[in-house]
């Protein structure tokens, strides 16, 4: 079916077949077959596949074959003929049509297969109401697949992490389950009395240190809700409920966060004789790699904006155009230094905190640092606005304040997080080896006076090289 959904979007790419087809049922019929083959399938292949990790049964065998029968069939009856209804001209979203127009025979077929379809499902629903209602009982191997996730395991995971050779590691060394079920491998018993796992290199896989991972608690959970709430009330317009969603969301995150960056130990034993370091930094850190993989998204955010602003004026007659203006070279070089200051007083002070435990007079370059931070994004939005932007009067001053928008996204993250960097250092919680909080706060910073000097610079630059 998925592929099928392949061979109609080759044509539903190609322009003159789409200006045809397009707001057709040949659309409609295009969308299920690529969803319904692509994902839906799927979907219920892995239900019938891991249903035993969850219960420790598996599902019916006949029942299976019988509901994956119906849904097949019923998915080719109802949107094949969808293709023929489109092709014949049947538009999107009607509820009914006039008699004659060659659209009757291929909606009766689709009917009859989505009464088809829907059995099919109820099949497989029957089936996992009817395994869920039995005890539960240990998952085994039913299928023998060779994959860890057939490990025996309980509610803390495996009894031991295994050390993996190939990509079949239960074909490859059958007594890998009793092994590991027997404590024989790495990290058999918690090593701090915390929630913890192994991080390994990336090539060789050795294990290189423990990690501990966050336990559970209502913060997280509610830091889910507000954040769905704020997204959600915001497509209804409900614009105030969804700031004090967006406020809970940002609290319990804060209050999820405090408790991170501390290590319960400098060094853990992991296996017989073996010994390694609890946390890591720098290019070892997985939230450093994290916060890496945040910058990259974000500039190509940022990219996207710039492009918008040199595809527009790269569609004037005049750059900018009348009735706009470029702020002064010196307006702007005032307010590029302010970011360039901000960012050299964070690295003074995170280098502090990294030579030595904290005292609170380390607090001060990171006022510092938050000040000019400040006062830079207040000179850049100045100098904009003082040469006249009117982002309601012209698509060019929109795409400049859709960037200046975003660089003050940036600062106002920046400093909720200053304050909450100053918390920490002012309650002792960063030390040499935690510092997880002030590395990644300060790959943020910096990235965001390298955005700053971009969305100073490139209106100039485009403004230059327009004839």
């Not at 040949?26 to 292949?45: D, N, S």
């Not at 029942?63 to 014949?88: E, K």
């Not at 538009?91 to 989505?114: E, H, K």
């Not at 309650?427 to 100073?456: E, H």
Request: aromatic share 8%; net charge positive.
């Amino acid at each position: 079916m998925n592929s099928a959904g392949g061979l109609t979007g080759v044509m539903v790419a190609a322009l003159p077949f789409d200006w045809q087809a397009h707001d057709s049922y040949f659309v409609v019929a295009h969308l299920h077959y690529v969803l319904i083959g692509g994902m839906v399938m799927p979907v219920l292949a892995a239900l019938y596949y891991w249903m035993p990790l969850l219960r420790g049964h598996t599902m019916g065998e006949r029942s299976g074959r019988w509901a994956f029968g119906l849904v097949f069939a019923g998915v080719q009856l109802t949107f094949f003929p969808m293709h023929l209804a489109g092709l014949r001209g049947m538009p999107r979203r009607v509820y009914t049509y006039d008699a004659g127009l060659g659209w009757d025979w291929p909606n009766l077929l689709s009917s009859l297969g989505s009464a088809v379809l829907a059995l099919g499902m109820l099949l497989v629903t029957a089936d996992v109401l009817r395994t869920w209602r039995k005890p539960p009982r240990a998952h085994g191997n039913p299928w023998n697949g060779p994959t860890l996730e057939w490990l025996p395991s309980a509610s803390y995971g495996t009894r031991s992490i295994p050390q993996v050779e190939g990509r079949d590691p239960l074909w490859q060394r059958p007594g890998l389950a009793r092994e590991v079920e027997e404590g024989l491998h790495w990290l058999p018993g918690t090593a701090t009395g915390l929630r913890e796992t192994l991080v390994t290199t990336p090539r060789s896989a050795r294990p290189h240190h423990l990690i501990v991972l966050p336990g559970p608690g209502w913060t997280p959970l509610l830091a889910a809700a507000g954040t769905a709430g704020f997204f959600l009330l915001l497509t209804l317009k409900l614009t105030l409920p969804a700031c004090a969603f967006g406020l809970l969301a940002i609290a319990c995150v804060v209050a999820w966060l405090w408790d991170s960056d501390r290590l319960p130990a400098d060094s853990a034993k992991v296996a017989d004789d073996v010994t390694l370091p609890v946390g890591a930094r720098g290019i070892w850190s997985h939230s450093a790699w994290a916060m890496v993989v945040l910058l990259v998204v974000d500039f190509l955010v940022l990219a996207s904006l710039a492009f918008g602003h040199v595809h527009l004026s790269m569609r004037l007659t005049v750059c900018p155009p009348p009735g706009a203006a470029l702020p002064s070279p010196g307006a702007l070089g005032a307010a590029v230094a302010a970011f360039a200051a901000s960012a050299g007083l964070l690295a003074w002070s995170v280098a502090g905190l990294r030579a030595r435990a904290p005292s609170r007079w380390r607090l001060l370059p990171l006022l510092a640092a938050t000040a000019t931070l400040a006062g830079g994004c207040g000179l850049l939005l100045h100098a904009f606005i003082g040469a006249g932007l009117a982002p309601r009067a012209d698509g060019w001053s929109a795409t400049i304040a859709a960037l200046l928008g975003y660089l003050v996204l940036h600062v106002a993250v920046l400093l909720l997080a200053a304050g909450y960097l100053a918390a920490r250092i002012g309650r002792r919680l960063l030390m040499p080896r935690q510092r997880a909080t002030s590395d990644n706060i300060a790959l943020l910073w910096w990235g965001t006076c390298v955005q700053a000097v971009v969305v100073a610079a490139l209106p100039h630059a485009v403004a230059a090289l327009m004839p």
